[in-house]
Structures are given as C-alpha cells and as structure tokens.
Nanobody
Framework: QVQLVESGGGLVQPGGSLTLSCLAS????????ANWYRQAPGKERELVAT???????TYADSVKGRFTISRDSHKNTVYLHMNNLKPEDTAVYLC??????????????WGQGTQVTVSS
C-alpha cells in the first residue's frame, strides 16, 4: 500500500513564500512522475507543476518564475517551493504521483491536499 501525504500549507501574506512537501510512504520503489495540482473554490483543478524521473520539469504559465518543483528520491519526497505568492494562489494544493511499487506495479496516487491561503 502507498500513501501520499502533503504538508507545509498555511496562511501567508502577499509576496511571501511557502514550501509544500509530498511524502510517499509504503511500498514505494520509485516515483516516476509527480504533479502538484491546485483547486480553488468554484474553479477547475489546475495542474501547477510536474517533475518526472529524469527531472524533466514543466510549470503552468501562472506560476512560472515564482514556483519551483523538486524531488529527493532518497526520501521519496517531492517539494513545491512557492515565492512571491499572490492572493490568486489561494487554493487547496494536491500532490499526485505515478509510483512504481516494490511489487512492480505502477499506479496513480493522490494526497489529501493542503490549504494555502494568501491574504493580508
């Protein structure tokens, strides 16, 4: 069994920074692809950033230059470093990953989400 757990959300003022973490635990062999999504009230879920096993990275235009996705393969953890946060970044941030388990099965997993609120 595999679990994804996000952490690091909170309340921050405009212009501030936060770092989100997504820890994959259980029968994880490798994280092949990891995505950070966000969902704000009344809006569609948005893909924010992606990193794959070769560290190929893509970002949504709305966060380019402000957010950085990274991974620590030894810790089975993916990070989202968020700088110069804006009120429109307020959302629940969700981690999604395609994981190869120690049973040699590949499946997609979701975390429960962490709230980020940008407000003065």
């Amino acid at each position: 069994q595999v679990q994804l757990v996000e952490s690091g959300g909170g309340l921050v003022q405009p212009g501030g920074s936060l770092t989100l973490s997504c820890l994959a635990s259980g029968s994880v062999f490798s994280i092949n692809v990891a995505n950070w999504y966000r969902q704000a009230p009344g809006k569609e879920r948005e893909l924010v950033a992606t990193i794959n096993v070769r560290s190929v990275i893509t970002y949504a235009d709305s966060v380019k230059g402000r957010f950085t996705i990274s991974r620590d393969s030894h810790k089975n953890t993916v990070y989202l470093h968020m700088n110069n946060l804006k009120p429109e970044d307020t959302a629940v941030y969700l981690c999604n990953a395609r994981i190869l388990t120690t049973e040699w099965k590949t499946s997609d997993y979701w975390g429960q989400g962490t709230q980020v609120t940008v407000s003065s």
